[in-house]
């Protein structure tokens, strides 16, 4: 799924790919991204990752996230 091939990449390029993607989309992959990490009992990198986008980007998803 896409949670996995995003935390199999470099953060780097992983936020390149998601920059392109919709919102909606960013959202339940960071979030998928949450609950792999949560089940492995590991730290989820979702908070890295969206430090990374560009400012905009990260702030409709982190604003939206709480919305949704």
Known sequence: DLANKITSMPPEESVK????WEDTLVIDVLRQID??????GKV???SY????LPKDK????MYLMTQL
């Open 17 to 20: 790919i998601m920059e392109k």
């Open 49 to 52: 990752l969206i430090t990374l």
């Open 35 to 40: 609950e792999d990490a949560r089940e492995r």
């Open 44 to 46: 989820s990198m979702s």
């Open 58 to 61: 990260a702030s409709r998803v």
